[in-house]
């Protein structure tokens, strides 16, 4: 398996390999220190980024490598050079390429062209790296995953998909709960369903916060507007969404034992109440953390051609 632009490129195996080889990294963090030796990884934002351009940044670096960040104004890409062609060209010196952009077509074609891996670092469509560090922080804090049921809340965006896609492959139950229109696509919803199923685990989708927190370990949700989501859709967004904020009354359905996830940024008062997010229960800033583990485990994964993917 060359790339990783989403979940799904990922069997069972190299899902727990990838959180094996993260614990690994938390223990030893320089434990590859020469894998990059003198060579860059070019990071590509069409999108702002706090927690993913850093954390990668650090991970390239714990690897031996040079992060090299690169804005969207700052390529040929701007005055109409292909992306494969820029592909091309970046794997001639690079070891690898990050991109966060808005289509998955995009990656796919960057990923097509370049000869070394390719990370999704977040599109519309995917958020791979965050949903390997959020299965880590909740084996971290559970010490295991099976038998445990996320309650996903909100948008059915880019982090839902790659986080129910995920715990479908590490045999949890998953409850997403959106309102009707903000559903997670069908096809994402269809091959979780079957890979939780395959692992006796579940897939429920549900309009209702509280069915879906019912015996949850997990409670998560995500901002309610996306960075590729239109400005206009704001007030409505606001609106519909409403009723899915995390807030103590519906942590109070969850298990007593729950804990509440983000991936960040948090808009307080919006998707999620200071009180939860900033309270004893939160493991937002553990996940954040623990993106740099993750990210330097795909990393090597990838580098070392040790993930299966779907051949
Ligand atoms: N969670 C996450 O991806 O954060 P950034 O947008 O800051 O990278
Ligand atoms: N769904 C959010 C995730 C941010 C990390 C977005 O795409 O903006």
Redesign the pocket.
Known sequence: MKDLLGISDLTGDDLSLLLELAVGFEDKPGSAGDLLAHRIVPMYFAK??????LSTAAAVARLGGTPVTIGPDELQLRRGETLRDTARVMGSYAAAIVIRTFADADVRDLAAAAPVPVVNA?TDGH?PL?AVADLLTIREHFGNLRGHRIAYLGDGGNVARSLMEAAALAGMDIAVATPPHYAPQAEAVAYATAEAERRGGRVLLTDDPAEAVEDASVVYTDVWLSMGDPDRERTRRMKVLAPYRVDDDLMDHARDDAVFMH???AHRGQEVTPKVIDGGRSLAFRQAANRLPATQAVLYALLTDRLEGHR
């Open positions: 702002p980024s706090t927690r993913t351009r977040l958020h965050q991936c960040l940024p």
